[in-house]
């Protein structure tokens, strides 16, 4: 017994004609499903898609469809589409069953990841090492350059944003300070905490947003239009030649960007200190004179060091690793933001705990 | 050529893989001297990938490339940085420093490796962009090139230090049939003049049969070089998958593979 197909079946009604036929299908009950396309004048790839729907779902119950009386035109179509084979199995990767595998397998990725990033900045601190012994061989151009570029073309922003993140600290310890006619502590309060942890950090954040994600994104172009795979063929290894120069530039800008945070920041609280505690500048900057020891200042500076070597180290890790077109560079930009930051903040962590613990207060 | 053919690269049961993937397996084939190879084989059959281990750009799994007695699969970076001086390599793209022109870019094996002097690489980068037909161009951007001028420039400099071995990947690939049989001429012209050897991948029918001297095609699938000769050997050989490609055939799914 065969159902007879009379009209066009076509993107217009494509639903409509899968649901009279698997109702067909439904109501026959039959293990072969038959059609007669003697009357089918016209088809297209929505109909294919119907009829391939069709074989499946009765594929899956073990039942099979047959067709009657193919005109040629449709008999062609229908071999272009593989009607006659079984249809292929769509090629996937095993998905991971459960969410806890998932998770796990997440987990042992940014395990992976982070120790080789970390592998790699301990390699390019070698080669590091290994260009002051023969500073002949550094790109000193490129020193320059990128001392230009992450240096002096940050000096608005790092100013601007320290000068507000230590007004807003001092705006908001302001009334808690008058509370206790504690206003002169304000010196100490944002001298301390700027030239200590603020500065540093946002100097380094500002660093991270600025030129490490510059370096991904340059490094990473370089590599998907093959440009480190001609470097190496020449002879030219990607870590002297476009490595090193970025890692040193940023050892020179990031300790005086820091210096020049602070400078800000502390400025930022002193315009706070003189509207709404009424210390006035002279007395602000005596006490800041008693509060603040050389190694407040230089503790910050010293982490500035260590800060440049990871936030250069990550972005250039991330660009060598860039794999995927411009995607691939854009995820790799974005990667050497979110890593740089994570670093950033646990090595910040480790050396407020390390200065505790060998008592450097 | 001459009758001695002694070879320069020997390739032995190279396998290589990327993770599960097994993308080479079992490839074994010289380079004779003076010759231009071709590599040919379908699209994501690892040409690429075989050249990229040529110049041992990443380490294979298994197997060993030999350039004369050296076997760079354990070669050191430093021994492989010798090595590579003898190469010139085209890639696909021409990959240009885009932070660099054209000069810079040809002048740049010269400057770092060599003692000549300024006025001295200028003239050589002038006599090299002159060969590839881009003479006068020396001070334009990479950017400011059209996709066969970059080609050229690339081939420019892979040349600039004489190379004992120039590689190509895909040559002529994107261009059009004008350029692309300048870009063969030029190929012939270079291995004619200089005995420069030449490894070449590509798919082209017509620059096939322009310029090698000796073709090997890879196989799909991991099944290693289905068929190695001369094209014409190749063009009548009985394997079904050769001869398809050689006379631009549709082979049918279920076929003999
Ligand atoms: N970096 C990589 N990581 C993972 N897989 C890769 C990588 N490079 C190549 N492959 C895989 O290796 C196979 C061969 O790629 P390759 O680029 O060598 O092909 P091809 O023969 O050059 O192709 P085409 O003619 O299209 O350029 C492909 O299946 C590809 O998926
Ligand atoms: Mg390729």
């Not at chain 1, 151009?141 to 922003?157: H, K, S």
């Not at chain 2, 750009?57 to 090595?83: I, K, M």
């Not at chain 2, 962009?129 to 400099?157: C, D, I, T, W, Y």
């Not at chain 2, 892979?158 to 049939?177: I, N, R, T, Y």
Request: proline letters at 4%.
């Amino acid at each position: 017994m065969a159902h007879t197909v009379t009209h066009p079946i076509t993107i217009e009604n494509a639903e409509k004609s899968y649901a009279e036929f698997s109702a067909y299908a439904r109501d026959t009950g039959s293990e072969t499903v038959v059609f007669d396309l003697a009357g089918l004048e016209e088809i297209d790839s929505a109909g294919l898609a119907v009829f391939h729907r069709l074989q499946s779902t009765l594929e899956h119950d073990n039942r099979r469809l047959e067709f009657e009386n193919i005109p040629e035109r449709v008999r062609q179509l229908f071999e272009l589409s593989h009607f006659d084979e079984p249809s292929d199995e769509i090629e996937t990767p095993p998905p991971p069953k459960n969410e806890l595998e998932r998770i796990g397998l997440i987990a042992l990725d940014t395990w992976q990841d982070m120790r080789s990033m970390l592998g790699y900045i301990g390699r390019v601190t070698l080669a590091l090492i290994w260009s002051f012994k023969y500073p002949k061989k550094v790109r000193w151009g490129d020193v320059v350059r990128y001392v230009q570029e992450t240096g002096a073309n940050a000096l608005p922003i790092v100013g601007l944003m320290s000068a507000l993140v230590g007004l807003v600290i001092a705006f908001s310890s302001a009334i808690q300070l008058k509370q206790f006619g504690a206003n002169i502590f304000i010196a100490d309060l944002i001298g301390i905490g700027v030239s200590r942890e603020i500065g540093p950090l946002m100097a380094a954040i500002l660093l991270i947003a600025r030129s490490g994600s510059a370096f991904a994104a340059e490094i990473g172009t370089q590599k998907i239009s093959e440009e480190i795979d001609a470097l190496t063929v020449m002879g030219l290894k990607p870590v002297p030649y476009l490595v090193i120069p970025r890692i040193i530039a940023t050892l020179i800008t990031l300790p005086l960007l820091t210096i020049f945070a602070d400078f800000f920041g502390v400025a930022g609280g002193m315009v706070i200190a003189q509207f709404s505690l009424d210390v006035s500048p002279t007395i602000f900057v005596t006490r800041l004179g008693e509060a603040v020891s050389l190694w407040d200042i230089s503790s910050g500076v010293m982490k500035s060091f260590f800060f440049a070597i990871l936030i250069a180290g990550v972005g250039c890790y991330r660009g060598m690793e860039t794999s995927g077109g411009a995607m691939g560079v854009g995820r790799s930009t974005t990667q050497s933001v979110v890593s740089g930051i994570f670093l950033l903040v646990i090595a910040d962590s480790i050396f407020v705990v390390l200065f505790q613990y060998l008592g450097l207060n | 050529m001459d009758g001695e053919r002694k070879a320069v690269m020997r390739v032995r049961d190279l396998e290589v893989s990327f993770g599960d993937n097994l993308v080479l397996s079992d490839i074994s084939f010289d380079v004779y001297e003076g010759e231009i190879l071709v590599i040919l084989g379908e699209s994501g059959c690892g040409k690429s990938t075989l050249m990229r281990h040529m110049l041992m750009l990443r380490r294979p799994q298994g197997g060993t490339v030999h350039y004369g007695d050296l076997n760079l699969v354990e070669a050191s970076e430093n021994e492989l940085d010798r090595v590579r001086r003898d190469f010139g390599v085209l890639f696909q793209s021409g990959a240009l420093f885009k932070s660099l022109t054209l000069g810079d870019n040809v002048a740049m094996p010269a400057r770092e490796f060599t003692k000549l002097s300024e006025e001295t690489i200028e003239e050589l980068v002038s006599l090299k962009l002159e060969m590839v037909g881009l003479g006068g161009k020396q001070n334009l951007m990479p950017s400011e090139l059209s996709g066969g001028m970059q080609k050229r420039g690339g081939l420019a400099r892979a040349m600039v230090l004489d190379p004992k071995v120039l590689f190509f990947d895909e040559p002529s690939a994107g261009l059009d049939p004008v350029t692309s049989a300048a870009l063969d001429h030029l190929i012939i012209t270079l291995n004619e003049s200089l005995g420069i050897t030449m490894v070449v991948v590509t798919h082209e029918l017509p620059s096939i049969h322009a310029i090698a001297h000796r073709a090997i095609m890879l196989g799909k699938d991991r099944a290693g070089i289905l068929a190695e000769g001369t094209p014409d050997e190749l063009r009548n050989s009985g394997h079904p998958r050769v001869n398809a490609f050689f006379h631009r055939e549709r082979l049918e799914e279920n076929g003999a593979a």
